[in-house]
């Protein structure tokens, strides 16, 4: 199983049960389905592999785990992915700055920062 199916299990179970039984998740997820209704066609542009990021940004994952409810990480030594289980886009946080950066790992700004994660067989 690579990161992606991982992800794609993560965000498949938190739809189908988490956004269901919990108040707080729901509203999460709304309001990130509202973000990708604003923003898709900006994010859609910068589709990625999620499997090629994280072996870019975090070759050695010191961890997994899940932030907010809604986003699933990968933390390296200088990087963090965040993906979202909603809305399919991820991010990618320069540790040290704290900030968002582009796919060269500059910093850039929220529309550079934010891309869409290809499905499978993209």
Request: net charge positive; glycine share 4%; with cysteine.
């Amino acid at each position: 199983m690579d990161n992606k199916d991982v992800y794609s299990k993560k965000a498949n179970d938190y739809v189908k049960k988490d956004v269901n039984e919990n108040a707080k998740e729901k509203e999460r997820y709304n309001r990130s389905k509202k973000r990708e209704l604003e923003h898709n066609d900006t994010w859609i542009k910068q589709t990625v592999n999620i499997n090629e990021i994280i072996s870019k940004f975090t070759p050695k994952v010191l961890k997994e785990y899940t932030e907010s409810g809604i986003k699933y990480c990968w933390e390296g030594d200088k990087y963090i992915i965040k993906a979202d289980k909603a809305a399919g886009y991820l991010r990618i946080l320069d540790k040290s700055q704290k900030k968002y950066v582009k796919i060269n790992g500059e910093i850039g700004n929220r529309d550079e920062t934010h891309f869409k994660i290809a499905k499978k067989e993209e």
